[in-house]
């Protein structure tokens, strides 16, 4: 499996960086879908020359090949589900969705994946659209294999697992085949597109196999790997069947990317004792002569840009609608995906005790708890809604009056702009996963704060968040009483605290933004195959052109955020 040669891929791969060569490449491809998805052996046949085959840019000029084109290599972001531009349509901007647009901006790229849609045709070759330097490549995925891979292995096994729920796992082999057959789907669908010289990324728990099966095609080239979710210790990790053919799958990866080092540590101590893993220098190592790297990443958010966002969006009249209907109250807010690893059971509960110890809060403060449904067709979803919903039904019966609702409750996804409306009117941010890889909703309320007047962000130290945003309140989601009196205090906060608690973790966002991540862990994997003369190359092509603006937190970028 792991039989090709390191030696011969390293410098197969980097040498495809030269200059000449880039040069050499920059007429290839025919049309729009050749040009992501030409296969690499019928790429490397063809003169390239203008002439037969020649694409050229939409200005005329064939030196400028953009959209995943022709000239020099690409970026290959991959990952289970892709969030393709609809005109006119809101935009799903989760994490995973922020991050990845991070990578490639600015850089020549293809994101791939799952198109979201089931078909019972295989998709032959991806389905390409093109925006902004970006070739978008999706595949749709069969009944079977959305019930196996996506909501078996994936979301029923591999998500609860990693979250630390073992008790929630529902393992069966079925499952286990038809998430090892989609990653291969995965692999031959990308493999027909891919050119050696191109970099790739692959996100997410979905996909740890591919680098595998991609190595299985022949495809030396370097591959990154970045687990958005948390890591759990070495003895949940051994709970998962056959755990050497996923996690063990991992080493195939140049470099194996964690949220904290919390969880890059519990891998680490998952491969070194894994049978024919040897511990290299640092946080390397090694399997049949290849290595593989470890590093913690924490992925982040466009924090000034998000700021700039909750400005304008105060102002607007939803953001004012909001404020009307607050009718003096307080609002404590609650943003999450319905997911039994938010902690949104516990936290209506501390709600709960809360009003239940201070009736002088009573008619004062609302909790508004935002809840778009997810993975609906999994039993553990369906519970924990139904959970919600009668516990949130309970609190408002005990406590509520006709003119005052203590929990109001919305499963509707809001855009981004309203999102960062809401944040910005809500006195405290109430985040209490019980685990969670990072939480960017944390950080995000963090950047959407007026820094005169911030809000209080109570945060569990469960969420990958809590190891960098130390100005909030933290809380173990598990103690109800203290998640009560956390909130008492966020609420009776006075302002020079606020603020002394809010300007450190806005100026740590500014530093570490959603672009500084995804140019720390580029580079990173630019290391991971570290070449004289070469490495230049790699690294100038891994970090985007554009002269980007100092990110240090000056009293200016303060006050522009
Ligand atoms: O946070 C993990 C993650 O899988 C992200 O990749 C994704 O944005 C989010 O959860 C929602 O997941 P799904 O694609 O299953 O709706």
């Known amino acids: 499996m792991l039989a090709y040669n390191l030696i011969g891929?390293?410098?197969?791969?980097?040498?495809?960086l030269s200059?000449?060569?880039?040069?050499?490449?920059?007429?290839?491809?025919?049309?729009a879908l050749d040009r992501t998805t030409g296969a690499q052996e019928a790429v490397s046949e063809r003169a390239p020359s203008p002439e037969n085959d020649g694409w050229y840019h939409q200005h005329g000029d064939p030196s400028v090949v953009e959209l995943g084109g022709s000239m020099g290599p690409r970026l290959i972001i991959v990952s289970n589900r892709v969030a393709v531009p609809e005109p006119g349509s809101k935009q799903m901007a989760g994490g995973l969705v922020v991050a990845v647009k991070a990578a490639l901006r600015n850089r020549t790229g293809v994101w791939f994946g799952w198109s979201g849609k089931i078909d019972e045709t295989e998709t032959a070759e991806p389905r390409t659209v093109e925006r902004n330097h970006i070739t978008y490549a999706v595949i749709d995925l069969s009944k079977n294999d959305?019930?196996?891979?996506?909501?078996?292995?994936?979301?029923?096994?591999?998500?609860?697992?990693?979250?630390?729920?073992?008790?929630?796992?529902?393992?069966?082999?079925?499952?286990?085949s038809g998430y090892m057959r989609v990653n291969r789907l995965f692999a031959d669908k990308l493999s027909a597109f891919l050119r050696e010289d191109d970099v790739i990324w692959v996100h997410d728990y979905h996909l740890m196999p591919l680098a595998r099966e991609l190595r299985i095609r022949g495809r030396l080239n370097p591959i990154g790997f970045f687990?958005?979710?948390?890591?759990?210790?070495?003895?949940?990790?051994?709970?998962?069947?056959?755990?050497?053919?996923?996690?063990?799958?991992?080493?195939?990866?140049?470099?194996?990317?964690?949220?904290?080092?919390?969880?890059?540590?519990?891998?680490?101590?998952?491969?070194?004792?894994?049978?024919?893993?040897?511990?290299?220098?640092?946080?390397?190592?090694?399997?049949?002569?290849?290595?593989?790297?470890?590093g913690a990443f924490p992925v982040s958010i466009e924090t000034a840009t998000y700021a700039r966002l909750a400005r304008k969006a105060a102002r607007s009249p939803f953001a004012k609608e909001i404020r009307e209907s607050l009718t003096g109250l307080r609002l404590v807010l609650g943003v999450d995906r319905?997911?039994?690893?938010?902690?949104?059971?516990?936290?209506?509960?501390?709600?709960?005790?809360?009003?239940?110890?201070?009736?002088?809060?009573?008619?004062?403060?609302?909790?508004?708890?935002?809840?778009?449904?997810?993975?609906?067709?999994?039993i553990d979803y369906a519970a924990i809604e139904n959970e919600v919903t009668t516990l949130i039904g309970r609190?408002?019966?005990?406590?509520?009056?006709?003119?005052?609702t203590p929990i109001r409750y919305i499963n509707r996804f809001h855009s981004r702009t309203a999102l960062s409306g809401i944040y910005r009117a809500a006195d405290v941010a109430l985040i209490t996963p019980l685990r969670d890889g990072m939480n960017i909703v944390a950080?995000?309320?963090?950047?959407?704060?007026?820094?005169?007047?911030?809000?209080?962000?109570?945060?569990?130290?469960?969420?990958?968040?809590?190891?960098?945003?130390?100005?909030?309140l933290i809380v173990n989601p598990h103690e109800c009483d203290a998640v009560a009196a956390a909130l008492k205090r966020a609420l009776g906060m006075p302002l020079f605290e606020r603020r002394e608690r809010h300007g450190p973790m806005l100026e740590h966002l500014l530093v570490h933004d959603i672009d500084q991540w995804a140019e720390s862990y580029l580079a990173a994997l630019a290391e991971t195959r570290q070449r004289p003369g070469l490495m230049s190359e790699l690294r100038a092509f891994l970090s985007p052109s554009r002269s980007r603006t100092d990110r240090r937190a000056t009293p200016e970028v303060r006050r522009q955020a």
């Open 9 to 16: 891929s390293s410098l197969v791969a980097l040498g495809a």
């Open 146 to 176: 959305f019930e196996e891979y996506y909501n078996g292995l994936a979301n029923r096994v591999l998500w609860p697992i990693l979250h630390y729920r073992v008790d929630l796992q529902e393992y069966s082999r079925a499952d286990h």
């Open 19 to 31: 200059i000449a060569t880039m040069r050499a490449r920059a007429n290839w491809g025919s049309s």
């Open 395 to 404: 609190v408002n019966g005990r406590y509520g009056e006709a003119f005052w």
């Open 338 to 378: 319905l997911d039994y690893s938010k902690g949104i059971v516990q936290r209506i509960n501390a709600f709960d005790r809360f009003l239940e110890v201070n009736p002088e809060w009573r008619s004062r403060v609302t909790l508004l708890q935002i809840a778009p449904r997810s993975r609906s067709a999994i």
């Open 443 to 472: 950080k995000e309320y963090v950047a959407a704060q007026d820094p005169e007047n911030p809000g209080v962000l109570v945060l569990s130290q469960f969420a990958g968040a809590a190891a960098e945003l130390t100005g909030a």
């Open 227 to 294: 687990l958005h979710i948390p890591c759990a210790p070495l003895d949940i990790l051994r709970t998962l069947p056959h755990h050497d053919e996923i996690l063990g799958a991992l080493t195939d990866y140049d470099l194996v990317g964690f949220q904290t080092e919390n969880d890059r540590d519990n891998f680490a101590a998952y491969l070194s004792t894994a049978p024919g893993v040897k511990k290299g220098r640092g946080l390397t190592f090694e399997v049949e002569g290849r290595q593989t790297r470890i």
